[in-house]
């Protein structure tokens, strides 16, 4: 199994398909480098900034995964552990005041936690913040109250 260092093998054909791409990987560039030229395109250090060439900056960009919890709460949060860098509160102003090459002007939860509950919260925290646009609820298809949980939160907008 290559390691992350070890030089990039594509099958010839990718050059059609890519050319910019093609030729630095098949020049034998290691990961590392093409890691650091992808990052320095996409910090606009390079010639031309690679998300920018011709594509329009007023784009609605919607983060589609993060995670949402608070660790203060009552019930406290399944994950993540007690001492872990993770182990804090993380809510939608937190996720807005991140530095991006583009504004994020909306997001969609995803639920980790399998208490049925924590989707409400979640529920709750999408009625107070239009920035959250979705919820991927977390909800088991074998438990018997499975219907009644997902005809509750199908009621919510």
Not at 54 to 73: E, N
Not at 76 to 104: C, D, I, N, S
């Amino acid at each position: 199994m290559a390691g992350l260092l070890s030089p990039i093998r594509v099958p010839r054909a990718c050059g059609t398909v890519a050319p910019r791409w093609g030729s630095l990987v098949r020049s034998g560039l290691r990961a590392r480098g093409l890691w650091l030229a992808l990052f320095l395109g996409l910090a606009g250090f390079g010639p031309v900034p690679l998300l920018a060439q011709g594509v329009p900056m007023d784009l609605d960009v919607v983060d589609c995964h993060p995670h949402f919890y608070d660790p203060s709460r009552p019930e406290g949060v399944p994950w993540p552990g007690k001492g872990t860098p993770l182990y804090r509160t993380v809510l939608p102003e937190h996720l807005r005041a991140q530095r991006m090459f583009r504004k994020v002007t909306g997001t969609i939860v995803v639920e980790a936690s399998s208490r049925v509950e924590d989707n409400a919260w979640l529920l709750g925290l999408a009625k107070e913040d239009p920035f959250i646009l979705g919820i991927v609820g977390n909800l088991d298809p074998l438990s018997p109250t499975f219907a009644r949980d997902l005809e509750r939160f199908a009621e919510s907008p």
